[in-house]
């Protein structure tokens, strides 16, 4: 994950904000941890043989079945972490705002990150 | 590249190329949204294209009426309103034309910001325009996409560029920073509903985490003229495919 590593460097014309750091961290975090799971996952698949698994594994039988090195895990345990980057960068971003004392931006974070948690209850239903 | 989801094109080639049951095509496909929007974002942020307040304030209004879209799904057939975005897309990519180019950066004193064209090699700065305008226009843009599951990228680019004023290429990357939290949101709910499905999301998302690291690139190089022709085309395709999907062929 060497996005930061680009040619030409623009980068070096721009100086990065507080939250513009903290938003860059937290997804290159995620996509590298997620990256790492999925391609482990995928070791597993051809270790194992029998091709990609089917569906996801519930969160209940998460932590025995990644003890059992199960292939589907591995992957749905890096699927998670893809989904829940978003979360992580909206909540990564309230904490930004705050340390720039930025009462505004902290309370539409905090609703952003509200209404995500919310719609996730609500359709569960 | 664009700011907007893709999710149009793909759930068709899934569910019609290689017959995966719908909703596992939709899901997959909002997976792929936030593999996009996660990997565009790193080489965005880097470059101060995102304006990230702006994002996180038009992210209330968009998460806001994502969730109210299952109250809209009640009052109008989706049918309707699927010939009624694909009218919508076509009028857009119509004004978008008759602009001939970008819009005229402007100091308005509302979340300004800046960012360094490499195109143009110069720093570009700009104001918003028409905040609360904006932002109920957001809450419409949230809505659809929540009710139909496409489309929210496709109606902010236009909200933010032509109505509130902020450049292209600012525009492209404070949407594309957008749809990463409403997908999550959608791909929360969907892996909770047992609709994720490793065997398809898994290859499709890496596969999109490789292409997403292009994309950006090609969007922060090309001038905003070219830009602007690329969405007016993907505007008119979404268009297309809409109104065949409202038709029933797709």
Known sequence: MSAAAGKGAPEARHTMSRIERTVRL????????????????LVLVVARGGGIPHGTVPLGSMASELRALQPAAYLSLGLIVLIGTPFVRVAGSLVA????????????????????????VLGKV | ML???????????????????????VA?????VIATSSMAQTAFAGRGMTNMRLGMLLEVATTIGAVAGGVTAVLVDARVLQYA????????????????????????????????????GKEVRYGVKRTGLGFVLSLGAGNISGLLGVGGGAFKVPIMNLL?????????ATSNLMIGVTAATGAAIFYGRGYMDVHYVVPAALGILVGARIGPRLAVRLSARALSIVFQTVLLVFAVLMTLQAAGVL
């Open chain 2, 3 to 25: 700011g907007v989801g893709g999710g149009i094109i793909m759930v068709p080639v899934l569910s019609l190329a290689f017959g995966v049951p719908i909703k596992v095509a």
């Open chain 1, 26 to 41: 937290v997804l290159m975090a995620g996509i590298t941890v997620s990256v790492a799971l999925l391609v482990f996952g």
């Open chain 1, 97 to 120: 705002f705050a340390e720039e004392h930025d009462g505004r931006y902290v309370l539409i974070t905090a609703t952003v990150l509200l209404v995500m948690c919310l719609s996730v």
């Open chain 2, 85 to 120: 975005f694909a009218a919508v897309l076509v009028y857009v990519a119509w004004q978008m034309n008759r602009r001939r180019g970008d819009v005229e950066p402007e100091l308005t004193g509302v979340l300004e910001a800046s960012y360094y064209d490499p195109a143009s």
């Open chain 2, 28 to 32: 997959t496909s909002i997976v792929c």
């Open chain 2, 164 to 172: 509130m004023g902020i450049p292209l290429k600012a525009t492209i």
